[in-house]
T-cell receptor, first 114, second 113 residues
Framework: DSGVTQTPKHLITATGQRVTLRCSPR?????VYWYQQSLDQGLQFLIQ???????AKGNILERFSAQQFPDLHSELNLSSLELGDSALYFC?????????????FGEGSRLTVL | GESVGLHLPTLSVQEGDNSIINCAYS??????FIWYKQESGKGPQFIID?????DKRQGQRVTVLLNKTVKHLSLQIAATQPGDSAVYFC????????????FGTGTKLQVIP
């Protein structure tokens, strides 16, 4: 158990809909990351937050947004969903300042868009 | 558990043999290079990292080699066990303390009992 909790584990929805994925980082970790894992593209970095502020942005679509709350949990919002958004979405957290690249991943939220 | 179902290169190794998984990276400015293991239905799990000013680092049954001249990273697993069957990803950390970790394409390791 990594200590990172993601909900829901599975989600099935229709095109055009909006969903919210939730992540609770490990106790004490200030930094949260979101990754998308699909069949074709492996693990794609979406966005990173540190203590409530956005720190780095990857290939995140404009239809997607995220935030980190004062209690450090994070939410990834996916809107106007398309079939191609079907994927595993992972959240990870880390001890910022360590600098090594060791991230602790949750077990992911599997999104299926029909 | 559910499978990610990625279309990945596969390395098949006999149980007890050594495994070598290779990775080419792109960013010469990366501070750390990392290997992650992803078992079916789970999130990636950190295995070992190496700082950019080193060329070799050993862990428990694993060794990572870094060749900056050709931008090549490898993971060696000694005495491969069935529990080592997983997808292995190399990754780069290139944002210093804020850790922007970028993953490479993975390799599926299949251990034959």
């Amino acid at each position: 158990d990594s200590g990172v909790t993601q909900t829901p584990k599975h989600l099935i929805t229709a095109t055009g809909q909006r969903v919210t994925l939730r992540c609770s980082p490990r106790s004490g970790d200030l930094s949260v990351y979101w990754y998308q894992q699909s069949l074709d593209q492996g693990l794609q970095f979406l966005i990173q937050y540190y203590n409530g502020e956005e720190r780095a942005k990857g290939n995140i679509l404009e239809r997607f947004s995220a935030q980190q709350f004062p209690d450090l949990h994070s939410e990834l919002n996916l809107s106007s969903l398309e079939l191609g958004d079907s994927a595993l979405y992972f959240c990870a957290s880390s001890v910022v300042g360590q600098g090594t690249g060791e991230l602790f991943f949750g077990e992911g939220s599997r999104l299926t868009v029909l | 558990g559910e499978s990610v179902g990625l279309h990945l290169p596969t390395l098949s190794v006999q149980e007890g043999d050594n495994s070598i998984i290779n990775c080419a990276y792109s960013n010469s400015a990366s501070d750390y290079f990392i290997w992650y293991k992803q078992e079916s239905g789970k999130g990636p799990q950190f295995i070992i990292d190496i700082r950019s000013n080193m060329d070799k680092r050993q862990g428990q049954r694993v060794t990572v080699l870094l060749n900056k001249t050709v931008k090549h990273l490898s993971l060696q697993i000694a005495a491969t066990q069935p529990g080592d069957s997983a997808v292995y990803f190399c990754a780069e950390n290139n944002e210093g303390g804020y850790q922007k970790v970028t993953f490479g394409t993975g390799t599926k390791l299949q251990v034959i009992p």
